[in-house]
């Protein structure tokens, strides 16, 4: 019989050189989250405002209901650079420096989502604080206190009710209507706190939110990076940051929906003095569903206003003063200081011309 010779059997080398490479992976895993996880307590312990509870932490009160860390001042800001302000919270948890149990009937309540609120501008910035300041400068003793937190419909109710559980009286109200979002079929019932518990829309979304609420690393990380164009750009393009067009939503035109909104509105209203103020969303001027958002919120006033509801529409004001989209922040879909301060004297306007005393 013929014998075939062999080397050397090549296995115990293979299994050494994989053996050595997982080691190196191994070591690179462990000295990377060593390392960001040193990174991640620097930043926390350097610069708290990076951290994920310092985000502007909204807190559920009871079930779908959330308002401001009561007695709390936290940092708000843009990573593209667009403001970086501070919100002051109350004890009641709303971001206004008066209490409601000092309102009386003559006064008015200022309710609404992040837009009434006032996301990225100054406390006395807001239209409800130039409402204020235009009664004091025509010397009418009449306030106007600001009850807002980003809800919708269904929330506005419920922080109305919370309000008045804390000793408001609420009998005159302006409700700031967000036609980028604030449109939906109510018939669920549900408030923007209970669809939060719902999952992300795709697997990307999901684990920046999770990041997000988890990181102050990632946080600070995303502030620098977008704080120039170059970088921010990049971070568009992987998916990692979102342009304003991606921040900005977007209606369809659905008659249901409309219906539904104007129903809640008005049983929202029922009881109480009401004027309704239309937000516009910034869709109307740019991108891809002008048509759509132009008859969306053409009929929806026209809606109301047929429903018996006392109306302000901005958009024509807007448009007459010139470049609509300078009331907006450039990275931002929320209204800047110009157009804060234009609503503000609309508001009054509305309110000494109508049937309001």
Same mark, same amino acid.
């Given at each position: 019989m013929t014998q075939v010779a062999t080397g050397p059997d090549p296995c115990p080398i293979k299994t050494s050189r994989l053996r050595r490479a997982a080691a190196k992976v191994l070591?690179?895993?462990?000295?990377?989250?060593?390392?960001?996880?040193?990174?991640?307590? *620097?930043?926390?312990?350097?610069? &708290?405002?990076f951290c994920p509870a310092a985000q502007v932490p909204f807190r559920l009160v009871t079930n779908g209901l959330a308002v401001g860390p009561a007695g709390q001042t936290?940092?708000?800001?843009?990573?593209?650079?667009?403001?970086?302000?501070?919100?002051?919270?109350? $004890?009641? %948890?709303?971001?206004?420096?008066? +209490?409601?149990?000092?309102?009386?009937?003559?006064?008015?309540?200022?309710?609404?989502?992040?837009?009434?609120?006032?996301?990225? *501008?100054?406390?006395?910035?807001?239209?409800s604080n130039q409402l204020e300041q235009e009664f004091k400068a025509h010397e009418l003793p009449t306030r106007v206190f600001n009850i807002a937190i980003p809800d919708n419909f269904i929330g506005y109710g419920r922080l109305?009710?919370?309000?008045?559980?804390?000793?408001? +009286? *609420?009998? +005159?109200? *302006?409700?700031?209507?967000?036609?980028?979002?604030?449109?939906?079929?109510? +018939?669920?019932?549900?408030?923007?706190?209970?669809?939060?518990?719902? &999952?992300?829309?795709?697997?990307?979304?999901?684990?920046?939110?999770?990041?997000?609420?988890?990181?102050?690393?990632?946080?600070?990380?995303?502030?620098?990076?977008?704080?120039?164009?170059?970088?921010r750009r990049l971070l568009h393009k992987l998916g990692i940051a979102r342009s304003i067009d991606e921040l900005t939503g977007h209606n369809v035109w659905n008659e249901t929906v409309l219906q539904a909104s104007r129903d809640e509105l008005i049983k929202l209203g029922t009881g109480?003095?009401?004027l309704v103020l239309l937000i516009p969303s910034r869709n109307l001027w740019h991108g891809a569903h002008i048509a759509t958002e132009q008859r969306v919120h053409e009929t929806f006033a026209r809606m109301?206003?047929? $429903?018996?509801?006392?109306?302000?529409?901005?958009? &024509?004001?807007?448009?007459?003063?010139?470049? &609509?989209?300078?009331?907006?922040?450039?990275?931002?879909?929320?209204?800047?200081?110009? %157009?804060?301060?234009?609503?503000g004297r609309a508001l009054f306007k509305a309110i000494q011309e109508g049937s309001f005393p």
């Amino acid at each position: 019989m013929t014998q075939v010779a062999t080397g050397p059997d090549p296995c115990p080398i293979k299994t050494s050189r994989l053996r050595r490479a997982a080691a190196k992976v191994l070591l690179l895993t462990v000295t990377l989250a060593v390392g960001l996880s040193l990174m991640e307590l *620097v930043v926390r312990w350097r610069f &708290p405002y990076f951290c994920p509870a310092a985000q502007v932490p909204f807190r559920l009160v009871t079930n779908g209901l959330a308002v401001g860390p009561a007695g709390q001042t936290v940092r708000m800001a843009t990573p593209k650079g667009d403001y970086n302000s501070v919100l002051r919270f109350n $004890a009641d %948890g709303f971001r206004d420096e008066k +209490r409601v149990t000092e309102a009386t009937e003559g006064d008015w309540f200022a309710l609404g989502d992040s837009y009434t609120m006032g996301w990225g *501008v100054e406390e006395n910035e807001r239209f409800s604080n130039q409402l204020e300041q235009e009664f004091k400068a025509h010397e009418l003793p009449t306030r106007v206190f600001n009850i807002a937190i980003p809800d919708n419909f269904i929330g506005y109710g419920r922080l109305l009710r919370y309000a008045e559980g804390c000793g408001a +009286r *609420v009998r +005159r109200m *302006v409700v700031g209507v967000c036609m980028e979002n604030d449109l939906r079929d109510y +018939r669920d019932g549900l408030g923007a706190w209970d669809l939060m518990g719902q &999952p992300a829309a795709t697997s990307k979304e999901g684990l920046r939110r999770w990041i997000k609420e988890h990181s102050a690393l990632y946080i600070a990380a995303s502030f620098e990076l977008q704080r120039f164009g170059p970088t921010r750009r990049l971070l568009h393009k992987l998916g990692i940051a979102r342009s304003i067009d991606e921040l900005t939503g977007h209606n369809v035109w659905n008659e249901t929906v409309l219906q539904a909104s104007r129903d809640e509105l008005i049983k929202l209203g029922t009881g109480r003095e009401m004027l309704v103020l239309l937000i516009p969303s910034r869709n109307l001027w740019h991108g891809a569903h002008i048509a759509t958002e132009q008859r969306v919120h053409e009929t929806f006033a026209r809606m109301l206003r047929e $429903a018996g509801l006392s109306v302000l529409d901005v958009r &024509p004001l807007m448009e007459a003063a010139g470049d &609509p989209l300078s009331c907006y922040f450039k990275t931002d879909p929320h209204w800047n200081a110009r %157009g804060h301060a234009l609503a503000g004297r609309a508001l009054f306007k509305a309110i000494q011309e109508g049937s309001f005393p």
